[in-house]
């Protein structure tokens, strides 16, 4: 049976409980109490995530020739928390999951850096799409509307085209996109690409066509705002010729999408947090700065409380306004702070689930800083500790707010706290490490707790491989890089922490990819200089 059947049958039999058709017109109070039944039932319905193993899983929808649906996330992520309060608890979701292998896969379970690392995960949290054969079909970011995130994986189900084919297919102007093509790549997840667009490919341009091509409205101006980014990114690296754009059109552009309620809407996940990136390219003239400025921040200021946006998005609404208020140091009017802080304290108020709170707390947290509110933040991180699931991951918050005002000793407590609150394998190795990092960059000079955080860190896998894979592997990177210079600039011999890393990697097994990780990571200074 075709999927879109299958799809359509889901939904009519979701729609139509046998209780009610078998209910007779007369015995309505029968036909109530069945009918409330199927409502309770459907309420509390939730993803029936796979039971076994990764090998399992795929084992298991290519046996049913079946796609398979894999959330990699962390107890700790805001991101995560906001999928999980919103897109999982979706009705529409939970029934969609049911036509596929869902895998529910945390970042902090045996393996899961190892698969990370197989499926090219960068970070927290990843959504992909396999089909059949274990052939990877799209990736789902957050930041996107319930219903648009569930017409994105719908779509991917239905059609089963890998976004690497679609792009291939447009780069070598083979025939052009379905509509649908151009909705699964207008809401692929670009920023944790890590295959589908070769290596060499020049973005700017591939996302510039895409906008061409794509259908007037929301894709098109999802693809063009893609294609701005990329630009703006380019001319930062002096990669791209700022002249060569047309400020004109970039501005009629800008102000066609900003204008309209529909299209800002669409491009929530752009407009909210890179109005930066893109308007401080060297290319406007003073008057179509000034007119862009104004219109971005009043546009999403205006529909921040849209009905189609979670609580954590409603609140990034504030974000370009605080931007181009605060720029230059300067403070944000007293009767927007008295409004700021009225709203969050109301969604505060508001969001009494722990785990809802990590995204929600946060992004309030990130908020009051942009706007130069930072004993607000720090008052409410403060509070927050009692509340969180994951107060590890505030302390974290509440150290950077002490660093940045100077007050070392302090922010270095938060960070050995966090460290000491965290849990699960990989969670610890990364607040460690931002631990020891912390110590290197605001006390240099404590050679002996530097060195034994730094060997305490290691001594946490029993199972060594697992610190050769995935983010745990780039943690590692960072801070071997980082220690090494920090031995450079202090003068002092290298430290049993090089050496223990070399002393691991040699119980790696040959040709693994932790081996070859391993490879790569005693070839830089970091290691080698390890006697």
């Avoid at 707390?361 to 930072?374: C, E, M, P």
């Amino acid at each position: 049976m075709p999927k879109f059947s299958l799809i359509l049958l889901l939904f009519l039999l979701a729609a139509c409980s046998p209780e009610q058709e078998a209910s007779a017109p007369a015995d309505t109070a029968a036909a109530d109490k069945a009918e409330a039944a199927t409502e309770a039932e459907t309420k509390h319905a939730a993803i029936n995530w796979f039971d076994g193993s990764v090998e399992a899983a795929f084992a298991e929808a290519e046996a049913n020739n079946g796609p398979l649906f894999l959330y990699w996330g962390a107890v700790w992520c805001p991101p995560c928390q906001e999928i999980k309060s919103t897109v999982f608890k979706s009705q529409e979701f939970i029934n969609l999951s049911r036509l596929f292998i869902p895998v529910y896969l945390d970042g902090d379970t045996e393996q899961a850096q190892a698969w990370g690392e197989k499926f090219g995960v960068k970070g927290y949290p990843t959504m992909i799409v396999f089909n059949a054969g274990g052939e990877e079909v799209t990736r789902i970011p957050g930041g996107i509307d319930i219903d648009r995130y569930n017409t994105v994986l719908q779509l991917s189900l239905n059609q089963m085209k890998p976004t690497s084919a679609l792009i291939a297919q447009v780069l070598a102007g083979e025939g052009s996109l379905t509509e649908d093509d151009y909705y699964q790549l207008a809401y692929y997840s670009w920023g944790q690409d890590t295959g589908a667009i070769p290596a060499g490919t020049d973005k700017t341009s591939l996302f510039l066509t895409l906008a061409e091509g794509a259908p007037a409205g929301e894709l098109r101006s999802r693809f063009y705002l893609r294609y701005l980014l990329n630009a703006a990114r380019q001319i930062k690296k002096e990669e791209l010729d700022p002249a060569t754009l047309d400020a004109a059109v970039i501005s009629a552009n800008l102000t066609e999408i900003l204008g309209s309620a529909e299209l800002t809407l669409a491009c929530w996940d752009t407009l909210a947090y890179y109005p930066d990136d893109i308007l401080e390219m060297p290319v406007f003239a003073p008057n179509q700065l000034s007119q862009l400025e104004s219109l971005w921040s009043e546009s999403l200021f205006n529909l921040r409380n849209h009905s189609s946006l979670s609580k954590a998005e409603k609140i990034g609404g504030w974000l370009p306004k605080l931007y181009f208020a605060t720029r230059d140091n300067a403070a944000l009017p007293e009767t927007d702070q008295a409004l700021l802080r009225a709203e969050m304290a109301r969604v505060d108020a508001e969001t009494p689930d722990s785990y809802e709170r990590q995204s929600v707390i946060n992004t309030v947290s990130f908020v009051f800083r942009q706007a130069g509110l930072n004993g607000d933040a720090r008052d409410l991180l403060l509070a927050e500790l009692e509340k969180s699931a994951a107060p590890y991951y505030f302390m974290s918050g509440l150290a950077s707010l002490a660093e940045k005002e100077g007050e070392f000793a302090e922010a270095l407590e938060w960070r050995r706290k966090a460290w000491e609150a965290a849990t699960g394998q990989a969670t610890r190795f990364q607040w460690g490490s931002n631990y020891v990092r912390a110590l290197v960059r605001m006390s240099p000079e404590d050679i002996e707790t530097i060195s034994t955080a730094a060997m305490a860190l290691l001594a946490e896998f029993p199972d060594s491989k697992e610190l050769f894979a995935g983010r745990n592997f780039r943690i590692l990177q960072r801070l071997s890089k980082q220690l090494t210079q920090w031995q450079e600039e202090q003068e002092t011999e290298p430290t049993s922490f090089a050496a223990q890393v070399e002393l691991l990697c040699g119980e790696q097994a040959v040709g693994s990819t932790e081996a070859e990780n391993c490879g790569s990571l005693l070839s830089e200074p970091a290691v080698a200089s390890a006697g």
